[in-house]
């Protein structure tokens, strides 16, 4: 995508009264008042000690901790994942909490689900599991475990406190036994799926996870029906307890190397720490090789240690080809992109380049926006396609060139939109799935000179259209609706178009048309920096790029983020001063929709020559101004010229004299 206007010498617009026409256009009906177009726009998060009026946490932000200790050991044969974790909650708020609720996400496939009385977003339709069973649920209480009752509703759990968690960094400890039978491929993200040298599984969602506690609604419990994730950040230690031949691949740092890896492997690893040539780690004949040895019955533990984050996945299959190769980061620091993949997947069309993949989108993400804060990125083909957990990308199978690289570009995107920012995708996806795809566009645009640019969202795109174009249809659609709006109410018919394709736009409306990049960078920078493992709200977004940019963009925020608000500006009439050339001339100009956008006025004369004037949005704060140009006899004039507004009449856009 890409939106940018012209160089041309900007000049300044003054209103002029014209007496004598060449020609107008007939008039139209037009849906366009500037008092509502201009009119204050409330948000809806209040400005208060915790959250500021420019944008960022205030002095009292606050928000909760939670670290989890996790044993967990996958039994092959029955497909069951059976688990105890121990949660370090940490109770930050200004409130004494009687209870806590944790998420189940494993009960979205339970029958009786919710999200499968809604038609929830589950691959395999009429295919059920039993969900997360509950063993037993304890709190520490004076160096003994005490059993606490428990409710379980949906995808939710509640745990009823035997003495309420006081405020101010009070600490509670609290221990889960569970268990649950893995869900095929038909689970989507979180599976199994048969290869030709053994299963992968692709283990997400699988733990009981903390609900958040925040100042904006106290517990935040939306069931879980499709749309994703708000979570609270720590640290995750996990051990996986799988057969001894199965590669483990997991966010975080592997703290066990000595006792799981071969000698060679961690040779190879310390070689592809250092290199940013692809290293091979585990060759497709080792695979072949093992895979053809009697299953081994020893089982090995995995360790991981995943430090600040707010979820943790993991891969576990006998199958897997890995390779890996140095990322380098800002400030000297790097990290290790690695990728697991079976044999099915090889190719240098295909999984071969997914490393090298992988290292230039995070590079280029760090560099762009905010330094990668991981020690690794995984990129892994299984059952899981096209889905992501901090520092790892589950991808599929069959993927190679360019839906590989798009796939893994946008999948490890997601680590900073929403792993690192860390908004409430269940209520504003378009925080994560908008903000990660207009990053991609960069990285599509920049890879190898834009090999597999540009970067296509539109589901009414064809390869080479104008973005501009393609949103039009959406924009007309009576039906579709605002980027504000739930996820799981806007359904699957609107959810990649809204969400994804029309929030990217918008941004690069704003970057490259709006504010230019000298202003918008800096502040979607700021907006990422000071809400780097925090919790954002909406109109925290919308308050901290007003304000650093500094631009009132009430305006934008209304047309195209809390309505679907229609662009049509149209030239009307051309008029000589005193009807001579040579005093100049005005041009009125016509806003027939609800939307506004600053614009780039041309004006072509007779003689060969050309001027450009940029309209800021303020010009349509009048009805129909009247634009002063230079002297001259003019052949043409056009609104913009270089078709970077979504205007759904171009056919009214100039005038031809």
Known sequence: MKYMISNAMLRSVCVVAATAGLGPVAAQASDFDPKVAFAALPLPGSVNSYRSANGAPGPAYWQNRVDYTIDARIDTATKTLTAAETVDYTNNSPDTLPSLWLQLDQNIYRP???????????????????????????????????????????????????????DAGTKLKFRVRYHYTIPGEWGGRTSWVDT???????????????????????????????????????????????????IVAGGGVLTNAAEVLTPLQRQRLAQAAASDATVMIRTPDEVKRDSAAPAARPEKTWRYHFANTRDAAFSASR?????????????????????????????????????????????????????????????????????EYPGMAFDGIADKGKELFWITAHEIGHTWYPMIVGSNERRDAWMDEGFNTFIDTFESDEFKGGVYGPK????????????VDEILPLLADKDAPPIMSYPDVMGE??????????????LRLLRDVILGPERFDPAFRKYTAD??????????????????????????????????????????????????????????????DKLVMPVVLEVKYTDGHATRIRLPVETWMRVKPVIAVPAGRIASVTLDPDHVLPDRDRSNNALVL
């Open 319 to 387: 199958a897997f080809v890995w390779d890996a190769a140095r990322m380098n980061l800002p400030g000297g620091k790097t990290a290790l992109a690695q990728s697991v993949y079976p044999t099915e997947s090889l190719g240098d069309a295909a999984w071969g380049r997914s490393t090298e993949d992988m290292k230039d989108a995070v590079e280029r993400f760090s560099q762009h926006w905010y330094a990668y804060p991981y020690p690794t990125a995984w990129s892994i083909a299984g059952g899981s396609s096209g889905m």
């Open 112 to 166: 009786d689900s919710r999200a499968a009385a809604l038609g929830g977003r589950r691959k395999g339709g009429e295919k059920f599991g039993e969900g997360t069973a509950i063993e037993a649920v304890e709190v520490e209480r004076d160096k003994a475990w005490v059993k606490v009752p428990f409710v379980v509703s949906d995808t939710r759990m509640n745990i009823r406190l035997d003495r309420p968690l006081r």
């Open 456 to 467: 296509r969202d539109s589901e009414y795109a064809e390869h080479g259209g104008n973005p």
């Open 531 to 592: 809400w780097a493992f925090k919790h954002p709200a909406p109109s925290d977004f919308f308050r901290e790029i007003s304000s650093e940019a500094g631009e009132d963009l009430d305006w934008f925020w209304r047309g195209w983020f809390f309505n679907n608000w229609q662009l049509d500006l149209a030239v009307t009439n051309v008029s000589y001063t005193d009807g001579e050339p040579a005093k100049g001339a005005g041009v009125t100009i016509e806003s027939r």
């Open 493 to 506: 018919k609107y959810r990649h178009s809204v969400s994804y394709f029309k929030t990217a736009l918008g």
């Open 196 to 246: 030709a040298n053994g299963p992968i599984f692709d283990i997400a969602q699988w733990f009981p996870r903390m609900a958040v506690y925040d100042d904006l609604r106290g517990w935040d419990t939306l069931p879980y029906l499709g749309s994703e994730f708000y979570l609270e950040y720590g640290d995750i230690d996990y051990a996986v307890t799988v057969p001894a031949d199965m």
